[in-house]
């Protein structure tokens, strides 16, 4: 993984709010346990756009995938670029 990318997915996963939500996150897209922003808004009690928000900066650093079913759009984690980031930063030691 080349160091920009690497670097808008740690600054992606720096923030509190972020982190929370992915922790919410199932990962993979079954029905079960997948969140849309008004549940996700929810259950972190902060408003729909501040999810809409987090959501976007998570979703264009790769770190979950979304789709539309029906009116809503149903996120999860994107298991593959999160484990990439946990491989990326194992081989700075090294």
Known sequence: MNRTLL???????ADPTRLEILSLLPDNDRCEGVYNVSELADETRITQPSVSYHMNILKSAKLVK???MCRDVYYWIDRK????VRRALSGISK
Not at 7 to 13: D, E, F, N, V
């Open 7 to 13: 670097s808008k997915r740690l600054k992606a996963l």
């Open 66 to 68: 979304s789709r539309k």
């Open 81 to 84: 670029e999160l484990d990439a």
